[in-house]
């Protein structure tokens, strides 16, 4: 499973098959899950002073497969945007990726694809869990870390900075009794040492983007109403 993969079954309810955070926050932190999955394989990085690429930009240090179609995707489109600002490229990284991930994961067999139609007429298409066993190992692994202070691994530390970044975390760890603690808690690991430098920033740029989308998404309802 990629990192994107745990993080769509988090953010979508079991039984309803709906989103439980809201656009466009969550294809965001989608596109960030695939930047940061590419720099934990080396993939990609981010420039330091010093480099052939000015510092804070995308640097690509290796085009070959993934072994992944939709990171080998998404690998050819950065090896063409390097030099630019990470955070300026996830809504590029996230076009169509939320779709493609709940097909591939329908396809497996983890999600099923329930397709209906609104007020009759509109297509709509659910996505309840078919098999949820893996999700069941993910939130095991985070409530480990989030409520009984065990260190994470990267793959966790990255999916709970993800979470944080989109204020998520008491909606995923939904029996924690003590909400503010489990806050604090993945504040702390998104800003602590759990990886390399290149990929905390790059969890950093989901944040500075997603937080950004947010509001210009609100400020947007709020000029029409």
């Not at 995707?73 to 590029?92: D, F, T, W």
């Not at 409520?147 to 998520?168: M, V």
């Not at 905390?200 to 989901?206: H, I, L, T, Y």
């Given at each position: ?34 930047l940061i999955e590419l720099t934990l394989l ?184």
């Open positions: 499973m990629l990192i994107a993969e745990d993080l769509l079954l988090l953010l979508y309810n079991d039984e309803s098959g709906k989103p439980i955070t809201g656009n466009p926050g969550l294809d965001y932190s989608l596109g960030g899950a695939v080396g993939k990609v990085d981010i420039a330091v002073a010093g480099d052939d690429v000015k510092e804070g930009r995308l640097k690509v240090l290796d085009t070959s497969s993934t072994g992944d179609a939709i990171l080998d995707e998404r690998l050819a489109l950065l090896a063409q945007k390097s030099g630019q600002k990470p955070k300026n490229l996830l809504g590029k990284l996230s076009k169509n990726l939320r779709y493609q991930l709940l097909t591939r994961l329908a396809e497996r067999g983890v999600l099923e694809a329930d397709k209906d139609k609104v007020l009759g007429l509109f297509p709509v298409t659910r996505w309840p869990a078919k098999d949820a066993r893996h999700e069941a190992e993910v939130r095991t692994a985070l409530g480990s870390v989030l409520k009984l202070g065990t260190e994470p691994d990267e793959r966790t530390a990255a999916l709970i900075a993800l979470l944080n970044a989109q204020n998520a975390v008491p909606k995923v760890v939904t029996d924690a009794v003590d909400k503010k603690a489990l806050k604090r808690r993945a504040k702390e690991i998104a800003e602590s040492e759990w990886a390399a430098e290149a990929v905390r920033k790059a969890v950093q740029e989901v944040q500075a983007a997603v937080t950004a989308a947010i509001i210009a998404s609100t400020s947007a309802s709020a000029a029409s109403s």
